[in-house]
C-alpha cells in the first residue's frame, strides 16, 4: 500500500489549518477503510483474516476417573454397558443471536482392557449423533472427531440453549478408566 501525501512542507514553512486538514483527511480515508487489496503480499496477512473475527475457545471435561480404585497406584478400571449410556451433558450458553461452531472434539483414555469387543463413545447435539460413534481400542491415545481444517470447516452450529451430551458402551467385556475429552469451539466477536 502506497500512501501519498499532498503536502511537504519546507523548512520553517508556516502551517495552514487547511494543508493539515488535508493530509489528516488523506490518512484517514487510506487507513480508515483498508482493503484487501490495500495489503502488501509481504505483509504475511490475507483478506480473510482481516475479516475473520473469532475466538477459539477450549475446554476440557472429565467422563470417566483415573480409577474407580481407592488408590492411584493400582488404577481399577470400569465396565463398560452393554447398552450406550450418557455419561456427562452440557448446555450452551451464549448471547442471544450469536454465531458459534463446533470444531472439534478429542477424548483421551488413560487405560482400555478390551477383552473382545471394544467400547464405543459419541458425542450428540440435541439428541442427534454428530459425525459418528468412534471405537477405544487403545490405553494413552488421543482420538479426535474434526474435519481436515476445523477451525474453518467445524463439525457444526452451536446456539445459546443446544445440549452437547456424551455417550459410553456398546461393548461387555471392554473395561476403561480415565476418559478425559476437550471441546475446541469457536464463537464469532460481536462488538
Same mark, same amino acid.
Given at each position: 500500500?502506497?500512501?501519498?501525501?499532498?503536502?511537504?512542507?519546507?523548512?520553517? #514553512?508556516?502551517?495552514?489549518?487547511?494543508?493539515?486538514? !488535508?493530509?489528516?483527511?488523506t490518512i484517514?480515508?487510506?487507513?480508515?477503510?483498508?482493503?484487501?487489496?490495500?495489503?502488501?503480499?509481504?505483509?504475511?496477512?490475507?483478506?480473510?483474516?482481516?475479516?475473520?473475527?473469532?475466538?477459539?475457545?477450549?475446554?476440557?471435561?472429565?467422563?470417566?476417573?483415573?480409577?474407580?480404585?481407592?488408590?492411584?497406584?493400582? %488404577?481399577?478400571?470400569y465396565t463398560?454397558?452393554?447398552?450406550?449410556?450418557?455419561?456427562?451433558?452440557?448446555?450452551?450458553?451464549?448471547?442471544?443471536?450469536?454465531?458459534?461452531?463446533?470444531?472439534?472434539?478429542?477424548?483421551?483414555?488413560?487405560?482400555?482392557?478390551?477383552?473382545?469387543?471394544?467400547?464405543?463413545?459419541?458425542?450428540?447435539?440435541?439428541?442427534?449423533?454428530?459425525?459418528?460413534?468412534?471405537? !477405544?481400542?487403545?490405553?494413552?491415545?488421543?482420538?479426535?472427531?474434526?474435519?481436515?481444517?476445523?477451525?474453518?470447516? %467445524? !463439525?457444526?452450529?452451536?446456539?445459546?440453549?443446544?445440549?452437547? #451430551?456424551?455417550?459410553?458402551?456398546?461393548?461387555?467385556?471392554?473395561?476403561?478408566?480415565?476418559?478425559?475429552?476437550?471441546?475446541?469451539?469457536?464463537?464469532?466477536?460481536?462488538?
Amino acid at each position: 500500500m502506497t500512501l501519498t501525501v499532498p503536502k511537504v512542507w519546507a523548512d520553517q #514553512e508556516a502551517l495552514r489549518y487547511d494543508d493539515l486538514n !488535508l493530509v489528516a483527511s488523506t490518512i484517514y480515508n487510506k487507513f480508515g477503510s483498508i482493503l484487501g487489496s490495500d495489503l502488501d503480499s509481504a505483509a504475511g496477512i490475507t483478506a480473510g483474516q482481516m475479516t475473520d473475527r473469532y475466538s477459539v475457545s477450549r475446554y476440557t471435561l472429565p467422563i470417566l476417573p483415573i480409577t474407580q480404585g481407592a488408590t492411584l497406584a493400582t %488404577p481399577a478400571e470400569y465396565t463398560m454397558d452393554a447398552t450406550t449410556t450418557r455419561q456427562n451433558w452440557w448446555e450452551i450458553v451464549a448471547k442471544q443471536g450469536q454465531e458459534g461452531w463446533l470444531c472439534a472434539i478429542q477424548f483421551h483414555v488413560l487405560g482400555i482392557s478390551n477383552n473382545g469387543t471394544d467400547p464405543l463413545v459419541q458425542l450428540r447435539k440435541n439428541g442427534s449423533i454428530i459425525s459418528q460413534a468412534m471405537t !477405544l481400542d487403545t490405553s494413552d491415545q488421543l482420538y479426535r472427531i474434526q474435519n481436515n481444517n476445523p477451525i474453518d470447516a %467445524p !463439525l457444526t452450529a452451536l446456539a445459546n440453549g443446544d445440549t452437547l #451430551e456424551v455417550y459410553l458402551g456398546g461393548a461387555i467385556t471392554a473395561d476403561m478408566r480415565g476418559l478425559l475429552m476437550t471441546v475446541v469451539e469457536k464463537w464469532r466477536m460481536v462488538s
